[in-house]
């Protein structure tokens, strides 16, 4: 039986394309019932309040960093949204007088303006938001030597190259979008070979750091969330961490506080990777074959899925 178009931009693949069981089901979930899909390999946490929330998600910063040894060097991936925990990671590295020389940071993901990477002086830019939110923060006795700061740019060889160097990434960070992405690990357009259907996920997983075309909705946000609204001052394009990178950090944590995507959201891609129901065309999904998955939810966020006009 041939796949649903989707409703938000037919001609892409996206959750809108799923079988309506399993959004309907997705729909009912509360939020105890959420806390249940976890299962070996996956966990679901909640937390009562953003304070606690925050501050767990930069904990993990320091957890991977204070493994970081001359021998060992270990490093973390961390996304731009959220950002609530970036200067609580500096705060936290001043205050334990942390010497970050043999940790290691990559950036997720990077805009792409006319074929290159958006400069780190330009208000979009990941990276100019991790130096000025976290990095720049911390005293210059214990700041990351900057050949230990990896950022994707338009030619993501020496990125690529520094996921296989010997640093282990102990833990990749990330947010979801109400594509449901990581990083900009977007669906694909419908078109060519994935006409009829989306890429398998074993073909999704193949996909390395990558320049990309994103889903109109991708765009869409990023313009509510950092641009007031202006879509057409948000990039089409962009660099990601793929597949690839994700499945050699030892854990994957994503951290979802009710701003990047809505209560159905939040629960479809707990139910999927609970459920071990793997769909490219929610790229989110596919973490249900990842070893160590783990969701941190702000509980208050979570909401319901009932119909309210307000």
């Not at 969330?225 to 950090?249: D, E, H, L, Y």
């Not at 629960?267 to 459920?275: A, E, H, P, Q, S």
Request: aromatic letters at 10%.
């Amino acid at each position: 039986m041939a796949r649903k178009r989707s409703i938000l931009a037919p001609d892409w693949w996206d959750f809108t394309t799923l079988d309506d069981d399993i959004l309907n089901a997705a729909a009912q979930l509360s939020a105890d019932d959420i806390l249940s899909l976890s299962r070996e390999g996956f966990t679901v946490k909640m937390y009562d309040t953003l304070e606690d929330f925050y501050l767990a998600e930069a904990l993990e910063y320091i957890s991977a960093w204070k493994q970081a040894t001359v021998d060992n060097p270990v490093g973390i991936c961390g996304p731009i949204g959220p950002t609530e925990q970036l200067p609580l990671v500096a705060r936290l590295v001043n205050e334990l007088d942390l010497d970050l020389k043999n940790a290691h940071f990559w950036g997720m993901d990077e805009w792409l303006v006319e074929g290159k990477v958006a400069s780190a002086d330009t208000p979009l830019s990941f990276e100019k938001a991790d130096r000025e939110m976290c990095f720049d923060r911390i005293k210059p006795e214990l700041k990351m030597p900057d050949a230990n700061m990896h950022f994707p740019g338009e030619d993501p060889s020496a990125y690529i190259k520094s996921w296989e160097t010997g640093v282990r990434c102990a833990v990749m960070q990330g947010g979801q979008g109400d594509i449901k992405h990581w990083a900009f690990n977007d669906p694909f357009k419908r078109e060519g070979n994935y006409k009829d259907n989306p890429p398998t996920p074993e073909e999704y997983r193949q996909l390395s750091t990558r320049p990309v075309e994103l889903h109109p909705v991708t765009v869409m946000q990023n313009a509510r969330t950092s641009g007031g609204g202006v879509v057409t001052g948000i990039p089409t394009r962009a660099m990601t961490v793929g597949p690839v990178q994700t499945w050699k950090a030892e854990k994957v944590s994503i951290w979802q506080a009710g701003t990047h995507d809505n209560p159905f959201g939040m629960r479809l891609t707990t139910l999927m990777i609970g459920k071990k129901m793997p769909d490219s065309a929610v790229p989110m999904s596919l973490l249900a074959d990842h070893p160590n998955v783990q969701f941190n939810f702000y509980r208050p966020a979570m909401g319901s899925c009932n119909v309210e006009m307000h």
